[in-house]
């Protein structure tokens, strides 16, 4: 038995050494076909900023394009000048992959262990997937941070389930008193098999900090922070802020938004001229960062503008669909979250900004990437269930294969179609989500109901 230990623990980390080895190749590849273009541009921006020149006054020579980072991330950029720029390249390269990686634990985990398989193997695999995926790709070549926004965002789908387990167990756990805000619903499985090994009720005052703090990373106290701390480095991720509030978690929203008006006041008390330009013109120059009509361009307005052969967008008819885009998205998020898919919620709010951005490129579209794995869940949840009509479960599967494929593809065969802006749309309004376990009332425990 020991030998058979150790040589799963020699197995295991061989697969992770050469799992390693994969990605920095990967890395390497991605940094030599991209060039860094885009944090080339962000550190001349902010190499000239730090000279005496307006952070957003340089143009590149070459795209005669400037940086459209918002001041907490220019301020963060700043290590970028200090170092050289394919230093620079692979820290950030190797930063998003230890995001990317730690994100699909969250995600592919729970889905490998739903249908009995072991979870580090199904988490390389889809890792592995992932770096093939042109979001991730030009992420990664292009000096973006969008692996890191990714990470922080699903840092708090993390928190947000780990707050609401804690909920269930303080509220139906015997001995704890029971919450008035709770509706009297638990899992089918029961306490014992939702909440293994218990950790005492709620200490009175005078704990310990570290206590403290455990307490509040087992119970997901901090829940909004990485959203928060995303939507102040990029603008998009100020669609997950409304969904929370929308979806009446108000302790996460108000988290967030506090967090993002922090990090954004203390840019501005940092760089008072830079935060002015950004909120005075930047922010309205949906152009800054290439033409609205561009292939690369994959959001509504992108399509539009294509279709209307024109360099800007069509305001009005822009407006309207990306309003009905909003609303059709959030509301299918506050669906899914009522069934209980936390993951499903977040995606659909994901590709929902992702669509309805004036500019949207390739790297912004990293949000398929959890449809995808959802779309495989639901074709082997069908199968496992053996229902009379498998259909559905074909469909699925055949969608996650087609998706995949499409954003694996080079943009060469796509973007010129539409297709990665087809392909967001259509997942913003058919993505499937995943129903929670069923519930059962749990009869009321004689005493507890007046908390004696």
Not at 130 to 138: G, I, K, M, Q, Y
């Given at each position: 038995?020991?030998?058979?230990?150790?040589?799963?623990?020699?197995?295991?980390?061989?697969?992770?050494?050469?799992?390693?080895f994969?990605?920095?190749?990967?890395?390497?590849?991605?940094l030599?076909?991209?060039g860094?273009?885009g944090?080339?541009?962000?550190?001349?921006?902010?190499?000239?900023?730090?000279?005496?020149d307006?952070?957003?006054?340089?143009r590149?020579?070459?795209?005669?394009?400037?940086?459209?980072?918002?001041?907490?991330?220019?301020?963060?950029?700043?290590?970028?000048?200090?170092?050289?720029?394919?230093?620079?390249?692979?820290?950030?390269?190797?930063?998003?992959?230890?995001?990317?990686?730690?994100?699909?634990?969250?995600?592919?985990g729970?889905?490998?262990?739903?249908?009995?398989?072991?979870?580090?193997?199904?988490?390389?695999?889809?890792?592995g997937?992932?770096?093939?995926?042109?979001?991730?790709?030009?992420?990664?070549?292009?000096?973006?941070?969008?692996?890191?926004?990714?990470?922080?965002v699903?840092?708090?789908?993390?928190?947000?389930?780990?707050?609401?387990?804690?909920?269930?167990?303080?509220?139906?756990?015997?001995?704890c008193?029971p919450?008035?805000?709770?509706?009297?619903?638990?899992p089918?499985?029961?306490?014992?098999a939702?909440?293994?090994?218990?950790?005492p009720?709620?200490?009175?005052?005078?704990?310990?900090?570290?206590?403290?703090?455990?307490?509040?990373?087992?119970?997901?106290?901090?829940?909004?922070?990485?959203?928060?701390?995303?939507?102040?480095?990029?603008v998009?991720?100020?669609?997950?802020?409304?969904y929370?509030?929308?979806?009446?978690?108000?302790?996460?929203?108000?988290?967030?938004?506090?967090?993002?008006?922090?990090?954004?006041?203390?840019a501005?008390?940092?760089?008072?001229?830079?935060?002015?330009?950004?909120?005075?013109?930047?922010?309205?120059?949906?152009?800054?960062?290439g033409?609205?009509?561009?292939?690369?361009?994959?959001?509504?307005?992108?399509v539009?503008?294509?279709?209307?052969?024109?360099?800007?967008?069509?305001?009005?008819?822009?407006?309207?669909?990306?309003?009905?885009?909003?609303?059709?998205?959030?509301?299918?998020?506050?669906?899914?979250?009522?069934?209980?898919?936390?993951?499903?919620?977040?995606?659909?709010?994901?590709?929902?900004?992702?669509?309805?951005?004036?500019?949207?490129h390739?790297h912004?579209?990293?949000?398929?990437?959890?449809?995808?794995?959802?779309?495989?869940?639901?074709?082997a949840?069908?199968?496992a269930?053996?229902?009379?009509?498998?259909a559905?479960?074909?469909?699925?599967?055949?969608?996650?294969?087609?998706?995949?494929?499409?954003?694996?593809?080079?943009?060469?065969?796509?973007?010129?179609?539409?297709?990665?802006?087809?392909?967001?749309?259509?997942?913003l309004?058919?993505?499937?989500?995943?129903?929670?376990?069923?519930?059962?009332?749990?009869?009321?425990?004689?005493?507890?109901?007046?908390?004696?």
């Amino acid at each position: 038995m020991p030998a058979m230990g150790e040589r799963t623990r020699t197995t295991r980390s061989v697969v992770l050494g050469l799992a390693a080895f994969g990605a920095i190749c990967a890395i390497a590849i991605y940094l030599r076909r991209y060039g860094l273009a885009g944090l080339a541009v962000d550190r001349a921006a902010v190499r000239g900023w730090l000279h005496g020149d307006g952070l957003y006054a340089y143009r590149s020579p070459v795209s005669r394009l400037g940086t459209a980072q918002p001041p907490p991330a220019a301020v963060a950029l700043i290590a970028a000048d200090l170092l050289p720029l394919t230093l620079s390249g692979w820290l950030l390269g190797l930063a998003g992959v230890a995001a990317l990686a730690l994100a699909l634990t969250a995600l592919a985990g729970p889905v490998a262990r739903q249908h009995g398989k072991p979870r580090w193997p199904a988490v390389l695999i889809a890792c592995g997937l992932a770096l093939l995926s042109e979001p991730v790709r030009t992420t990664i070549g292009c000096g973006r941070l969008d692996l890191l926004l990714f990470g922080l965002v699903t840092a708090d789908v993390v928190a947000l389930r780990r707050s609401g387990r804690a909920r269930s167990r303080d509220d139906w756990w015997p001995g704890c008193p029971p919450s008035p805000a709770r509706s009297g619903r638990l899992p089918a499985r029961g306490p014992d098999a939702w909440w293994p090994g218990r950790p005492p009720c709620p200490a009175p005052r005078g704990r310990l900090p570290a206590d403290v703090l455990r307490r509040g990373w087992a119970q997901g106290a901090w829940a909004g922070v990485g959203t928060g701390v995303a939507t102040a480095l990029a603008v998009s991720p100020v669609l997950f802020i409304a969904y929370l509030a929308l979806t009446r978690r108000w302790r996460a929203a108000l988290t967030a938004l506090g967090t993002a008006a922090t990090l954004t006041v203390a840019a501005h008390l940092v760089a008072p001229p830079a935060a002015a330009d950004w909120f005075g013109t930047v922010l309205l120059q949906v152009d800054r960062s290439g033409p609205v009509g561009t292939p690369v361009n994959q959001s509504l307005a992108g399509v539009l503008a294509r279709l209307y052969h024109s360099e800007t967008i069509p305001v009005l008819i822009w407006l309207s669909f990306a309003g009905l885009l909003i609303a059709v998205g959030l509301t299918r998020a506050r669906s899914a979250h009522a069934d209980g898919d936390e993951i499903a919620a977040f995606t659909l709010v994901g590709l929902t900004s992702a669509a309805v951005g004036p500019v949207t490129h390739l790297h912004e579209l990293i949000w398929v990437l959890p449809a995808v794995l959802i779309l495989v869940d639901v074709a082997a949840r069908r199968v496992a269930g053996r229902r009379p009509r498998p259909a559905p479960s074909v469909g699925a599967l055949l969608a996650a294969v087609l998706v995949y494929a499409a954003f694996v593809l080079d943009p060469a065969w796509t973007v010129g179609w539409n297709a990665y802006a087809f392909a967001v749309i259509i997942l913003l309004n058919a993505l499937p989500w995943r129903p929670a376990r069923p519930i059962v009332r749990v009869p009321a425990i004689p005493g507890q109901a007046t908390g004696s």
